[in-house]
């Protein structure tokens, strides 16, 4: 079967630029689509971000700014744009860029991707205007019975189907090119990390397909019932899925970026390629972690899905947490930051915010999102986070600092690569990613905190001034939500910088033609680290180790602590 | 580089970095002992949480905490009857829009079988400041053994969103001392 077969009779007519700085052939359609993709992307951030603004600053007590309906509304909202339509967006510029760009080859099928494009859009504009009609604030995960107006799931589902079809579209042009030979030997390491994306995106798609249009056939009445803790299994293996599939896609994204900036090589493809398909094995089991809490579900079945089993996904990611900064002291210290532990991390490129970015998130994700995951997703620690605002930090640490730092960090390189423009005002560029970085680290952390002192997620006034029994937090929870809203507004700020800077790139940048500035990477000869495993000509990496061993002490020391706070609660079996 | 083919076309067969060998036995045999140690957990521990859970309608439900609260209630505070049921009884909690219905007075030391569910939609069952999370559904009768290990006054608080009133959907349990006539002197002083 040919490649035409599968995609339909498409011409093999692409048109081609050849980048400048890579040397890559670029198919026009595929760029056209990246930057479409990217773009899109950015609005719905615009927008998610503002209305998370709106949330953290209602959940300060001091400031408190939204009325309680309007609260919910903007939560929900917030939930929807940048949790799913910025993300997923941003993801398909990412499988457009890993099979096309990286590959050399032309987009299968463009028209399609095009309709797929549309697709998404018309969706998430659908969602959208359902919520901001006031009739569907029924948070971004929609448990029934509580239900929301039809085009509230109807618009989920079209974005969901737009997005499937970009992941076929990727799918197809892999095949392309492996039938066009357009490179030698296998797909590069980015390109499978993109591939581990778009096979769980299948997943993810499937089990969203099959618990939200029966919803919304419910929502037009067409069906009686929906079973509360039913939807929630299924509709989890969608959502948590969905964040699997950022972390296969950020993970790429941090080897493409310390590839690109300091000539990063993979320390083995052998060792992060099968971190990679340890995502595709287990990750999906995770539905398990938001049903810790939930009546009538077996302690075997809990533990073994809770853990990935046995913690095989979570094997993969700490090893990418040691393989990428591995390869970054390894590409750096051949390129001349030998000394001692710590010179190649000092003297890295930290003022280029697409390595800052990316090394912040790489940090922050496994410190504070990948730490909390593990912590939150133990079958009986869970008990004492659950639903609390400690899960929102959670996932903040996750999804923004790890995914969204990292998609952020990416767009510095897209914007010269894909849009061929100078980014204007490079000196705010350069503070952006520590701004955002550390707002977010903030969020995320006091979020925790607050959780963890009890602070219920989703609520509008944790004071319960209105209640008739009254109940009081400590003094440290309106503390906590206090620096939460300061975080806020930091990472806000952040957020702010980073559209204003690539909205006026791509509107105003100086285009970029031949001779530029721009180096990748910024010292040749990286690109020849370790190029003999396991010889004498290996690089000793003491500063990862060290870097390793703290987060390895953090982890178990934090993982403890928690089961001393499980011990001292009320007995319950 | 990563975003280039691999150099060496049978990678598959190169040496692993002695590093990442260590490192990934360290991560894999700490994610068993993570594994074995919920396992561990159910025999060791005093805070596992019961499946035990039965289908039912929640009208019915509803008529069995009503009766459940007929029966015991002691008192009444701002309209909710204040239920003292008998050490080691059966104890029925309601959710619904929007309050944790009726307040519960336990004894510490003292084992009860709380039976949780809601009348509508979900909601998310927080006992506070002990900091124990549990979701509660209509139509599931969730049964868990619950022991109080300390006196006082505790709230529940709804976190799992409920619509408009969540923020004002809370609940109270008293937990007394074994010794009655002590801590009726000290309730009867307190107020």
């Not at chain 1, 609005?43 to 300060?60: C, E, H, K, N, S």
């Not at chain 1, 659908?126 to 019975?145: E, H, I, K, R, W």
């Not at chain 1, 639903?387 to 897209?414: E, I, K, Q, R, S």
């Amino acid at each position: 079967m040919t490649a035409e077969t599968i995609v339909g009779a498409v011409g093999k007519s692409a048109e081609f630029r050849t980048c400048q700085f890579t040397g890559l052939k670029v198919d026009v359609a595929a760029q056209s689509l990246i930057k479409a993709n990217a773009v899109a992307a950015v609005i719905f951030l615009l927008v998610g971000g503002l209305m998370g603004l709106m949330v953290a600053l209602t959940r300060w007590p001091a400031v408190h700014l939204l009325p309680a309906e309007w609260f919910y509304l903007v939560l929900t909202g917030h939930g929807a744009n940048v949790l799913l339509f910025w993300i997923i967006f941003f993801e398909m510029a990412v499988l457009y860029f890993a099979s096309a760009v990286l590959l050399n080859s032309r987009l299968a099928a463009p028209k399609f991707a095009w309709l797929g494009f549309v697709l998404m859009i018309v969706g998430a504009v659908l969602t959208n205007v359902a919520v901001l009609q006031g009739d569907s604030s029924v948070m971004f995960t929609s448990y029934p019975p509580m239900q929301a107006a039809p085009n509230f799931y109807l618009g989920l589902i079209l974005f969901a189907v737009g997005a499937l079809i970009g992941t076929a579209i990727f799918f197809a042009t892999l095949v392309i090119a492996k039938e066009e030979r357009t490179y030698q030997g296998s797909i590069p390491l980015v390109t499978f990390g993109a591939l581990t994306a778009a096979i769980i995106a299948v997943f993810t798609i499937a089990s969203g397909a099959v618990i939200l249009i029966p919803t919304w056939l419910w929502s037009l009445g067409f069906i009686s019932y929906i079973d509360p803790l039913l939807y929630k299994v299924v509709w989890w293996a969608m959502g948590h899925s969905t964040q699997q599939i950022n972390v296969s896609a950020h993970v790429s994204l941090w080897y493409m970026i310390a590839a690109l900036i300091v000539g990063a090589k993979p320390l083995s493809e052998k060792v992060s390629r099968t971190a990679f398909f340890m995502y595709i094995l287990f990750l999906q089991l995770a539905s398990a972690h938001h049903l810790l809490a939930e009546p009538g579900l077996d302690a075997s079945w809990k533990i073994v899905n809770t853990s990935y089993m046995m913690y095989l996904a979570v094997l993969g990611s700490m090893i990418h947490g040691l393989t990428v900064p591995g390869a970054i002291e390894a590409a750096q210290r051949k390129n001349g930051y030998n000394k001692g532990v710590f010179e190649w991390l000092r003297k890295a490129p930290w003022g280029n915010p697409a390595f800052a970015g990316m090394f912040m998130s790489l940090v922050m994700f496994g410190f504070i999102g990948g730490i909390s995951g593990v912590v939150l997703g133990t079958e009986q620690l869970n008990v004492l986070m659950h639903n609390t605002l400690y899960v929102p930090g959670h996932f903040h640490g996750t999804v923004v600092t790890g995914t969204t730092l990292a998609f952020m960090a990416a767009t510095y390189l897209v914007l010269p690569l894909i849009f061929q423009r100078e980014i204007i005002w490079p000196g705010l560029a350069k503070l952006q990613p520590y701004l955002f970085g550390i707002g977010a680290a903030g969020i995320s952390l006091f979020m925790m905190g607050a959780g963890t002192l009890g602070v219920p997620r989703r609520h509008w006034d944790i004071s319960y001034s209105d209640a008739p029994l009254s109940f009081a937090h400590s003094a440290g929870a309106f503390l906590m939500m206090g620096l939460n809203g300061i975080s806020a507004i930091l990472a806000a700020l952040g957020g702010a910088i980073f559209i204003i800077v690539v909205v006026g790139t791509v509107l105003f940048g100086k285009k970029i033609t031949g001779g530029h500035k721009l180096t990748f990477p910024l010292h040749q000869g990286g690109g020849a680290a370790v190029s003999h495993y396991g010889s004498h000509a290996t690089v000793k990496l003491p500063g990862t180790v060290v870097l390793i061993t703290l987060f390895f002490t953090c982890f178990v020391l934090y993982y403890f602590i928690n089961w001393k706070y499980l011990s001292e609660l009320w007995l319950f079996r | 580089m990563a975003i280039t083919p691999p150099p060496q076309r049978i990678w598959w067969n190169e040496p692993i970095e002695k590093i990442e060998l260590i490192w990934t036995i360290v991560a894999f045999l700490w994610g068993l002992f993570m594994f074995g140690f919920m396992i561990a957990w159910h025999f060791i521990g005093q805070q596992n949480l019961n499946k035990e859970a039965y289908r039912i309608l929640p009208s019915n439900y509803e008529a069995k905490v009503e009766a459940f609260a007929k029966k015991f209630t002691v008192r009444e505070e701002q309209g909710v009857p204040v239920v003292k049921p008998p050490a080691g009884t059966d104890v029925y909690i309601l959710g619904r829009l929007w309050q944790w219905w009726p307040i519960l007075e336990l004894e510490k030391g003292t084992s009860y079988r709380i039976h949780i569910s809601t009348l509508d939609w979900m909601h998310g069952f927080s006992l506070q400041p002990v900091n124990i999370n549990i979701s509660a559904y209509p139509g599931y009768e969730h049964v868990i053994t619950l022991t109080p290990t300390e006196t006082g006054e505790f709230g529940i608080i709804c976190n799992e969103f409920c619509g408009i009133g969540h923020h004002v959907m809370t609940g109270k349990i008293y937990v007394t001392d074994q010794k009655r006539a002590e801590v009726d002197q000290r309730l009867a002083a307190g107020r």
